[in-house]
Structure formats: C-alpha cells, structure tokens
C-alpha cells in the first residue's frame, strides 16, 4: 500500500478553479492561487481507499476537492472532513504521525502541500499564515472539547457502573429477604393452625406471644460467630432438640443459632410448654423470630436505596439552581458515596471535618466533579502501593482566613519532582491511554479559579499527596440542627385527601400513612389511573387536599396542574406534588413558579404529616 507522500509524489497539480472551491483559498490573489496549484499535487481516491494509513509520518498539508474524508479512533470517536475544506499537518503543528487511517467516502480527490514547501509558502503567499494559524487554533479547541467530553463520559460510565452495583446489591437483599419472608408466613401460620387445632393451653400462648413480642429486646444485638462458635452452638442446639423429639432439627438449630438462641431458651419454652405441642411451638417460633429479623433486612437494604438516591440527586444539583448556597461537607459526603464501590478494597477513609466552616455560593454541580476527580485520583495513587489495602485517603476542610480549604491527602506513592509542575497542564497525564486523557486536573482548576479560588498540591515522593483547594467563604456559619422524627406536629383535623399516582406501592403506603393519622383517603387509581381520570373525580367529590405524581401516563401532575389553572383554579393551593427522580430543568423551571409543595420518594411520616398541616 503507498503512503501519501508517494501517491502524491507523482500525482499531477489540480487547476486555479479547483482549489478557488477550497474556503480558506477562495478569495486569494491570483499570483497566491497559481502559486498553491504549482506545488500541490491531487490524487483521486476510491470509495474506502485509504488516504493516511494509521501512523504514518505527518507530511502533507490536504484541501478537499471533491467527497469526504473519515476516519474511527481506537478511543471510539470519529472524524470526517468534506469537501472544500483543508486538513492534515499544517504550519506551526505539532502533529508528527496520524493517530488512525483516514479513508475515503465515495469518491474523493484532494490536493496536497508537502510541508517542506511551507516556508515558501507562507512568504509567497502572506495572508495564508494568519488563516491557518485560526485553522490550527479551531482544531486544538475542537479536539480538546471533544476528547474532554469523552474523559467526562468516560468517568461517568465508570460511576454509572459503580452506582449499578452498589444498588444491585441492597436490591438483590431486599429480594431475598422478601422470598424468605413469604415462606416463613407460610410456616408461622401452618404451625398455628397446628397449635389452634391440638388446643395448645391459654397459658402457653399467652408465654408464647410474649416471647415472640419481646424478643428482639431479649434477644439484643447478635455480634457475628466465627465458624467454630456457630459449630459448637449448632451442635448443642441440635442435641436438644434431638433429644426433645423434635422433627427437622438439622434445619431448626442453624436457623435457632442465627436469631440468638441458647440452650437456656429452650429449656424456658420446656417449662411453658407442654411436651406435645413443643414442635410445633418451635416451628412457629423460628418462623416469628424470622420475619422480624427479615423485616429488618429489607428496612435496612431499601433505606440503602433511598440513601444511594438521595446522594445521586444531591450529587447531581440537577432539581436546583445552576448557584446555590451549599454545605461543602454535603457534597463531599455524597461524592464519598457515589464513589464508595472504589473504597471497598480495603482504603480507609478518614474524615477532618471542621463543622463550623460557613455555607459557600457555590455551583455544586461543578465543585462535586473536583471532588469526584481528586478523590478517584487519590485511590487510583493509593492502588498503586505495594500494599493497597493499607491505603488511606484523608479528606480535611477548615477555614483559612476568609476561605474555605478542603484537603484530599492520600498517602500513595506520590507524585515524582519531575512531572509535579505539569500535572495541571491540558493532556499530561501518567495513566495509558484508555485510561486517562489528562483533562481532569485542569478540569478541577479551571473549576476553582472560576469560583474565585486556588488549587495547589504538595508531594514528596513516597509519602502521598495532598491536593489543596481554597474557595472564598463569607456566608453565616452552617446551622447544624435537623428536623427531629420525633418533632411535635401541629394539630391537624380530619381531612378528605385524593392519591393520584400511577404506582400501586407509593399509593398503598401514602394512604395507610394518612389513614393512620384519622384522615379519609380515595387513591385515584381505584377508579382512574392518571391525571386525566383524577379530573373526573375531583368534579364529583370536594378533597381538602391533593396527593398528585409528577411523572404518570396521559395526564401527568403539571398538566393537571394546568386544567385545574383553567377550569378549577381553587384547588391549586390544595396540591402536593409527589416525586422519586431528579428533577428536568423544564420540572423545575414549573415548580417554582407555581410553589406548590412536594414530596421527596421515599416518604416518611414526619414528612407527610408536616406537609398536611402546612397546607
């Protein structure tokens, strides 16, 4: 296969009127053209013929006549020149070899310069050198915001990946525990059918209720067994059992071991039960003690989900203003658990919080990708110890005279005095090519200086790094203090509430919430299942309030939000608004310009009932 150089080495010279189609040449002086058509030479390519093959030395100068030119990366990203357009190495380039072949699309015939004939070039021909100076400076900038967004897509696969997993986990418990649990409903209430059959005595029923209610509180928190310890104790267990007669003990002394039995609780279900009904007692209470313990597995591994939510909202900044007043902790702690897959391998995080630093305006968006940048920088630095798992990663803020200053330290192997000046520079980068681009510290920079402050980093080799950032900091000290679950509420009457969402599980749990606190609950979807039905049964029943979805099919709640503005604009001051997502600029844009309350998904009582009193 040729090489360009040789294809144009004795290709013969385009025409004036050739290369006057050619924008960057349309309007020179006659003498510059017929100079250009002189020393250019034109080649004809076929239909997928390679122009440049991958690699090869950067020597020509090409404006294309006819067709286009394309050509794929091994980062993915393409590129493709057309007609009357002029590419390739140009004066003042740094370009040495093409980084992937370039093929023609359809026919194509370019013109080439070999950059030997620059210097004449630009003498003959003066206007030419701002012209491609622009040209050069338009590519560079192009090119960086392309592979710059690529680095940003890149990194937010990885953290997209990471996210997946951490909630594939919890999901995956909740799913578990929720099969278990229908089991051992099955086997608590085949038992106590068992028991209601036989006649087990008033006495040991009432023995056997308690138990099963107290016994979270008896049994108290269970510390983790080593294999040996939950041997020896299945081994006892099993021997009673066996010599009680009992069926399946096998299967009942693991499950017994588990939620904290002893040999001493079972003799105490001995004394209070006859010997009969002591299998039976036994299976149903393994199977009570079970649900509770499941329970808490899925209360524990949706609260995982809703805390993995919250902090991709609140990471994210995407339901609030580009600028807003924000607690600096907040968007470290949410950037800690977005990252917290990357922690797992053993790195200890330690946190130095100085809690009085005030709230900073701030774009919190922007700022949550320096922390994202510097801390998977720091634990990619850490990886790379000879002992990972001995990896630590301290995160510090404090005040520093009228700025807030946050420290990302890692103790990894630090950053050589040789690089340790260009780290910030645009596409230095220590890391493979697949791997990084060099884009993301002076992200992080310009980040900073565009909020005002400074970056700076101090390293010794050997002894980690220590990432230093500095932002103005004038806001009045963070108040520290939450609502309290437990916070008195104020006193709210009766009220005759709609639900209207498309989601069975949120409407179910809304309105035993709302029952349980005395209020009269219709759920829409009973009788209509989006926005547009719910319009039907607001004109026949008067609501106090309204429960309305954001998101559902047909009708969703700004546009019920717009037919009650036109039809029934006194019930707009009766609307809450429910949402589980992060909030779309247009949402809300719609939001604060009609100020109608909402609910955050998951919800809590506290929530619910300070919004019904406040509405």
Request: aromatic share 4%.
């Amino acid at each position: 296969m040729q090489t360009a150089g040789e294809k144009f080495a004795t290709a013969p010279h385009p025409s004036v009127e050739e290369l006057r189609s050619i924008q960057t040449f349309s309007d020179l002086p006659e003498d510059g053209l017929a100079w250009l058509a002189s020393h250019m030479n034109v080649v004809d390519l076929q239909s997928d013929e390679i122009s440049v093959a991958k690699g090869e030395s950067a020597d020509y100068m090409v404006a294309i006549l006819r067709g286009e030119l394309r050509a794929d990366f091994d980062s993915g990203r393409q590129w493709s020149a057309q007609a009357g357009l002029v590419t390739g190495y140009l004066p003042f380039s740094r370009l040495t070899h093409y980084p992937s072949a370039a093929r023609a699309y359809g026919p194509t015939r370019v013109a080439g310069l070999h950059k030997d004939r620059f210097p004449e070039m630009l003498q003959q021909v003066p206007l030419l050198q701002g012209r491609l100076v622009n040209l050069l400076a338009d590519r560079v900038r192009e090119s960086a915001n392309r592979d710059q967004q690529h680095e940003k897509l890149a990194a937010l696969g990885k953290l997209s990946a990471g996210l997946a997993h951490e909630l594939n986990n919890p999901a995956s418990s909740a799913r578990r525990a929720a099969d278990n649990l229908r089991k051992a409903l099955v086997s608590v209430r085949t038992a106590a059918l068992k028991l209601d059959r036989e006649g087990l005595p008033q006495d040991s029923r009432v023995f056997l209720s308690e138990l099963e209610r107290d016994w979270r509180e008896r049994a108290g928190p269970q510390t983790a067994l080593d294999s040996l310890e939950r041997s020896d104790r299945e081994e006892e267990l099993s021997a009673w059992l066996e010599q009680h007669r009992i069926e399946a003990a096998w299967d009942l002394a693991p499950a017994l071991v588990e939620l904290g039995c002893t040999g001493e609780t079972l003799n105490e279900i001995a004394r209070h039960v006859p010997a009969k009904f002591l299998n039976d007692v036994l299976v149903r209470m393994t199977a009570a003690f079970t649900i509770t313990r499941l329970a808490d597995e899925i209360e524990n591994s949706t609260a995982r989900i809703s805390e993995l939510v919250r902090s991709i909202k609140e990471y994210s900044y995407m339901d609030q203003m580009p600028e807003q007043r924000l607690d600096i902790h907040q968007g470290l702690e949410n950037t800690l658990i977005m990252l917290r897959h990357k922690t797992k391998s053993g790195i200890e995080v330690a946190r130095e919080y100085d809690r009085s630093l005030p709230e900073l305006r701030a774009r919190g968006g922007e700022l949550n990708q320096v922390w994202t940048n510097l801390i998977v920088n720091a634990i990619d630095a850490i990886c790379q110890k000879e002992k990972p798992n001995e990896g630590k990663l301290t995160i510090r803020t404090m005040r520093d005279g009228n700025c807030a200053r946050v420290e990302i330290i890692d103790n990894g192997p630090g950053i050589p005095e040789g690089i340790k000046g260009r780290i910030f520079d645009p596409f230095f980068t220590t890391k493979p090519v697949a791997v990084g681009m060099g884009l993301g510290l002076p992200l992080c920079r310009g980040i900073v200086e565009g909020h005002g402050g400074l970056i700076r980093v101090q390293s010794q080799p050997g002894q980690g790094a220590n990432f230093r950032i500095e932002l103005p900091a004038g806001m009045a000290p963070l108040s520290l203090a939450r609502p309290s679950a437990t916070a008195e509420m104020p006193t709210v009457h009766s009220k005759v509430i709609l639900i209207v969402d498309d989601e069975m599980g949120i409407r179910n749990v809304l309105a035993r919430l709302l029952r349980h606190d005395g209020h009269t609950v219709e759920t829409a979807a009973e009788t209509a299942a989006n926005g547009r039905l719910a319009l039907t049964k607001l004109q026949e029943q008067t609501f106090d309030l309204i429960f309305c979805d954001l998101r559902m099919p047909e009708l969703d709640g700004p546009g019920l939000y717009h037919e009650l503005e036109h039809h029934h604009p006194q019930l707009l001051q009766r609307m809450i608004f429910l949402t589980g997502d992060i909030i779309s600029p247009a949402t809300r844009v719609f939001l604060e310009r009609t100020r109608v309350p909402r609910l955050t998904k998951p919800i809590t009582i506290v929530e619910v009932r300070r919004v019904v009193g406040q509405t």
